[in-house]
């Protein structure tokens, strides 16, 4: 516990590899085609070729200045796995000497053919993603796998002192739901005085295995609680006052990232805790007050963004340390939340703009500008870091002044935009005109968007960016695969088709590659949950459209069949949530340019005869402000933006938006707002919760609570399909109600996918005969 914290450090690091090692590596496990000795191989090298790494860009490998924070699969299963929170659909999954192992631990992220997994949601307001703790008042705690104590001992063998992370008992806790067979109104954090003892042994067993720190993850304290501010206060105090008491521990960092800590700073800060983390980018400096508060606490200041990859302003950075090495007797420098939100490093994307290059910091980047940051902490010479901060500023100097960073006549045309631009003519006119256009069952069935991208679709459009294909050859090979996918549509007795969107690499970036004020990069992976992995595209610029983007995959789609087909397009909000955004104008800005180049392929897709257009918006609860405070203004600009996007349709276009992995009943009005004249929303996962919300909300348009959890491989019966379309009838008029799966299918298989498709199709029209 006399150990110094180092001066610099990292909150953590992506973990799915430079090349995504670790998502090849646990598929093929999944697969059947590795052994677990050949997982824990890959893993291992993994996780010592990152240690070597950070130490060598400065971190140093003696002084727990490295995190030890991977994961197979998610930082919350591991504490779940850690502690043997298991639902007691699960309780089997123990072995003899109670434990749980790898195949268990799997099981609990997807399910089995009989057990649906545990739920998924977002991880505060990024775009990674979490599964969901169930916990109830029986439910047994027990130090049930010990991967992270094994981390520990395995950096040590190689000479490695590393920082060993987990989720702090109170946001596991707040992060967690009520058990199936919870009494109503119980609360998972009433669990806490029951949790801290088995934490307390945690600490143990990790200085008996030579931690010298522990890194506790607290980042719920920054966000707004349903519990009431003073009993989670008293719980902090308690909980964090138990556990610097412990005799036997390493020293204690805490965590907290993605805000501010507001009135919960001081109080963490005097519990004898060793260290604690302040998230300065988007938290801010808190008061001065609250800093003394720390006494001799170590500061860890977040001054390095960890969310965005901008190449940090380190003038501004360095008065932010001056300042507080002013208030606060220990401070050291970190980034502002963990690094598995950006790229490795922008040295693996050599076809980036030269220029555009020199604007961005991807982890190793990160890392180094964090080293260079804490020459200000650790005394150094004052001429070692003046040459990089002059560096840095002339940097954000001649981006600003870069041509398109700003282009007039994008925003003369935001600047004229009035009321009306932001309003369709009322919903029950709307309502009508869709009714005679398209004359659809009660019931309607549809699917979300992608259909799954086969090795063979995935080759061609490889071969195509090589060259290897001409256009002319790869709009043949598209349209065939739209052709099945059409085809299997109408043979599964579908009532609105889609086109399956074989063209399209990832929904955002599709769209990135033929925006203007937009880059995309080849090796820029950041997972999003599990072995799955996205590329967010770069917004670098103003944006606008030069030319139509989806209109002939859609028209080709309709001109095979006399069922509507929807022309699909990704909404502006999600566009900003899932790209890395300019942070040099208010994103309310940047999102009204993405929606008037969405409002102008609108227009097209309606010119080519296209009757159902879906503007998709799941993140739209993902950049919701943790604080109460900010939201409004949030889902202010963000409801006008897609409303901008989706305005100018005629009334007979009937307009449907997709939401998943949220929870809804804090955004219901929002949702409401946006006027869609459709919402599919995700909903078996968590086993059609949505419906109360929306039954409390009285919503009144159409609406598609999902009923086949696209993010497991099992295939829902057609008579639990059922049963989640019945229970939805009992909450929402039948007449309101589509029947669709959760989200789109492109990373599942067609032999999967098409059972389960069939069953949903059948269990639609089951019901809808009962009606």
Known sequence: MSTAFPAATIIGYPRIGPHRELKRAVESYWAGESTAAQLEDTTRRLRLNSYGHLAALGLGESTSAIPASFSLYDQVLDTAATFGVVPDRFRDLYDDDGRLGLDAYFTLARGDAGRQPLEMTKWFDTNYHYLVPEIGPGTRFTLANNWILRNVEEAAEQGFTVRPTIIGPVTFLLLSKAADEAPAGFDPFSRLDDLLPLYVQFLEQLAEAGAQWVQLEEPALVADQAVPTAELADAVERAYRLLAAAKERPAVLVTTQYGSLGGLLPILGSTGIDALHLDLVKGGLPPAADLAALGDTTLIAGVVDGHNIWKADLARAATTLSTLTASV?????????????????????????????????FADQKVEEVVTLSRLVDHSPAGTIDAAIAEASAVLAARA???????????????SLTPSD????????????????????????????????????????????????????????????????????????????????????????????????????????????????????????????????????????????????????????????????????????TANQVALALRDEVSDLERAGIRVIQVDEPALRELLPLRKSLQPDYLTWSVASFRLATAGATPATQIHTHLCYSEFGAIIDAIDGLDADVTSIEAARSRMEVVHDLQGQQFARGVGPGVYDIHSPRIPGEDEVVELVEKAVRHVPARQLWVNPDCGLKTRGYTETTESLRNLVNAAIRVRAQL
């Open 329 to 361: 007797s220990r401070v050291s420098v970190a980034t502002s939340t963990s690094l598995q939100h950006v790229p490795h490093s922008v040295e693996d994307e050599p076809q980036l703009n030269r220029e555009l290059r020199t604007w961005l910091a």
């Open 401 to 415: 002044a870069t041509e398109g960073v700003i282009r007039s006549e994008v925003r003369a045309r935001v600047g």
């Open 422 to 589: 932001f309003t369709r003519v009322p919903y029950p006119e709307r309502s009508a005109a869709q009714e005679t256009a398209l004359q659809l069952p009660v019931l309607p069935t549809t699917t979300i968007g992608s259909f799954p991208q086969t090795a063979e679709v995935r080759s061609a459009r490889a071969r195509f960016l090589r060259g290897d294909l001409t256009a002319e050859q790869y709009t043949s090979l598209m349209q065939e695969e739209i052709s099945r996918v059409v085809a299997l549509q109408e043979d599964l007795g579908f009532d609105v088709l889609v086109h399956g969107e074989p063209e399209r690499n990832d929904m955002v970036q599709y769209f990135a590659e033929n925006l203007d004020g937009f880059d995309v990069t080849v090796n820029g992976w950041v997972q999003s949950y599990g072995s799955r992995c996205t590329r967010p595209s770069i917004l670098w610029g103003d944006v606008s459209r030069p030319d139509a983007i989806t209109v002939r995959w859609a028209e080709y789609a309709q001109s095979l069949t006399e069922k509507p087909v929807k022309g699909m397009l990704t909404g502006p909000v999600t566009i900003l949530a899932w790209s890395f955004v300019r942070d040099d104008q208010p994103l309310g800005e």
